[in-house]
Nanobody
Framework: VQLQASGGGLVQSGGSLRLSCAASGATLDTYAITWFRQAPGKEREGVSCISASGGTTYYKDSVKGRFTMSRDNAKKTVYLQMINLKPEDTAVYYC?????????????????????WGQGTQVTVSS
């Protein structure tokens, strides 16, 4: 499966963005999708995950209440709605998935568990 992330941009603190992760090469409905982000000089970190069915979501504590994942399997697209953005949310955001060992459930938010990555989209939040 190939993933393509899009929707990043420059926003002011308190603003909103919606990221998209579009899949090609395979149906999306058997894959959990995780969003990671990597800020300059920092390690890549898992931000949120949605199960293949969409019935389960996980969020990093610092984004709970501000970020929401959703998916439209018919469109083979997963979304990350981000509101009340803060400067510390500035990073390159990546969507990722793994080849099926977790049967559609969210893997641990550790990069090594993931096999397929989108190319990343830059999110910059100005103060």
């Amino acid at each position: 499966v190939q993933l393509q992330a899009s929707g990043g941009g420059l926003v002011q603190s308190g603003g909103s963005l919606r990221l998209s992760c579009a899949a090609s090469g395979a149906t999306l409905d058997t894959y959990a999708i995780t969003w990671f982000r990597q800020a300059p000089g920092k390690e890549r970190e898992g931000v949120s995950c949605i199960s293949a069915s969409g019935g389960t979501t996980y969020y990093k504590d610092s984004v709970k209440g501000r970020f929401t994942m959703s998916r439209d399997n018919a469109k083979k697209t997963v979304y990350l709605q981000m509101i009340n953005l803060k400067p510390e949310d500035t990073a390159v955001y990546y969507c990722a998935t793994e080849r099926g060992h977790y049967n559609g459930h969210c893997p641990p938010p550790i990069s090594d568990f993931y096999d397929y990555w989108g190319q990343g989209t830059q999110v910059t939040v100005s103060s």
